[in-house]
């Protein structure tokens, strides 16, 4: 079929030109949403007298077979048709004749696709977050699991002090909460109703645009015809939001690399989430992190990419935002996979408490604890440093412990040891870190309790909205 908008042209597109400008191997998913739209259109263009009430009938009932014809995969999209509105439009005219020829009747692909790209982050940003949340549920099923279990602390990857695992995990809890916090600020620069834009200049019918936005549930209709048609900032920002979130699950990917290595060997990896080597038989990897962690650096990529296709556009509309697409699907996919990748693995994981606690044990990680004990019996915080850093040095020369150190040995350094340092532990440790924000006990506790509500209102939100 010739394409229905070739008017004014003599000649057919070169098959170059057709394949390059054709986006419908990628864009043919925004069916739901241009069917939606469309059918918003229809109705409004008949509720205002612009066609006819039959006509608005007949092209909804249409659109609603061709979105049956879609999803059972008995459509046949036409590459030389461009692009889904095309298509779409074709088959509807193909199915009622001339009163499909008045669906596009004030309107233009350029608000068409604003309206349905909208469509569309709105549902990946529920979507996303939905899958944060369940992320984060599993989270704070394992810090609650475990909110007796001490590991290493690390700062520059060396051993520091001793904390909770739970408050490990809740870390993650946290940087994922302010990831739903950008999605949800980035949803409400989604929810903007751009159709009536026309073109680029709005259109010349008495259009009714709250009415379309009510039906397709946006909360506001946008101000400016060209800003709308011209405008793809919540792409970028959504991509922007999802880079953010994969960087954060990319620091846990790395962890998960780390730990179920030999050299830590804090977890073990379920079999369901793991791969074999094609020549080492011992081998057990921990691919799916690693493989996060690489594709953390595509969905950067996404985001660059759509940010230097933007920067040089006039205003309004310009072919080069049809590269919107590719990038942002991609992204969306990856982020959501890789969330639900993430929630089964660690629901499975095994984590060797065993060897997390031994851990805790060697390196010096009371160092600190020592140095506050000297602090508690009136030595100045540097001169107590001093100490303790001479005082571990001989430890390690002697290859001991610090528990091991007898008590001359510890008066050696500073005259106020007494028996009583043998006290300090890694409980003693984590418990003396008792406030807002530290791995205490009893801080934690009190964090896993406000996640759980936090984690129970989404719940109600959902609710709320079914
Ligand atoms: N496929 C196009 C896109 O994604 C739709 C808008 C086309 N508009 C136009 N004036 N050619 O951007």
Not at 253 to 276: K, P, Q, R
Not at 388 to 416: C, H, M, N, Q
Request: hydrophobic share 40%; net charge negative.
């Amino acid at each position: 079929m010739a394409n229905q908008i070739r008017g004014r042209f003599q000649k057919e597109a070169a098959k170059t030109a057709q394949d390059y400008s054709s986006s419908i191997h990628y864009d043919w998913r925004l069916y739901p949403y241009d069917i939606a739209g469309s059918m918003a259109h229809a109705k409004m263009l008949a509720k205002q007298g612009i066609i006819t009430m039959a006509e608005g009938k007949a092209i909804v009932e249409a659109l609603a077979e061709i979105g049956e014809e879609i999803s059972e995969g008995k459509f046949e999209f036409k590459p030389e048709l461009e692009d889904i509105h095309i298509n779409i439009e074709a088959r509807l005219i193909e199915k009622i004749g001339d009163a499909g020829k008045k669906l596009h009747t004030a309107r233009s692909r350029n608000d068409q696709v604003a309206l349905d790209i909208r469509l569309f982050t709105r549902d990946a940003i529920i979507h996303t977050i939905g899958e944060i949340v369940e992320l984060q549920t599993i989270l704070v099923e394992l810090a609650s699991n475990h909110k007796t279990t001490i590991i290493p602390g690390y700062t520059h990857m060396q051993k520091a002090q001793p904390i909770l695992l739970a408050h490990h995990f809740l870390a993650y809890f946290e940087m994922l909460g302010r990831d739903i916090e950008r999605l949800d600020s980035c949803l409400t620069r989604v929810d903007v109703m751009p159709l009536g834009s026309g073109a680029l200049a709005g259109v010349a019918y008495n259009i009714d645009r709250k009415f379309v936005a009510d039906e397709l549930g946006f909360k506001e209709i946008s101000r400016n015809s060209l800003d709308a048609v011209a405008d793809r900032d919540f792409i970028i920002e959504f991509e922007a939001d999802a880079s953010l979130c994969m960087m954060h699950l990319s620091r846990l990917a790395e962890e998960i690399v780390l730990w179920s290595s030999g050299e830590f060997d804090f977890i073990e990896i379920d079999d369901a989430y793991t791969t074999g080597s094609s020549i080492m038989p011992q081998k057990k990897n921990p691919d799916m992190a690693e493989l996060a962690r690489g594709k953390t650096g595509r969905v950067y990529g996404n985001l660059m990419g759509l940010l230097t296709t933007m920067k040089g556009l006039p205003l309004a509309y310009n072919r080069d935002m049809q590269e919107d697409k590719e990038g942002f699907f991609d992204t969306v996919d990856t982020l959501i996979s890789t969330l639900e990748v993430f929630t089964g693995m660690l629901k499975s994981v095994r984590i060797k408490t065993d060897k997390t606690t031994g851990a805790a044990q060697m390196g010096y990680l009371l160092a600190t604890d020592l140095a506050d004990y000297l602090v508690s019996k009136g030595v100045s915080f540097r001169a107590a440093h001093e100490a303790t850093g001479k005082l571990v040095t001989y430890a390690i020369k002697k290859g001991k412990s610090l528990k091991d150190l007898t008590l001359p040995e510890y008066r050696k350094f500073a005259p106020e040891f007494a028996q009583d340092v043998y006290e300090i532990t890694v409980e003693s440790s984590v418990t003396a870190r008792n406030n807002t924000g530290g791995t205490a006990y009893k801080q934690v506790a009190k964090q896993i309790a406000a996640a759980r509500r936090k984690l129970k209102d989404f719940e109600c939100d959902c609710d709320d909205e079914h």
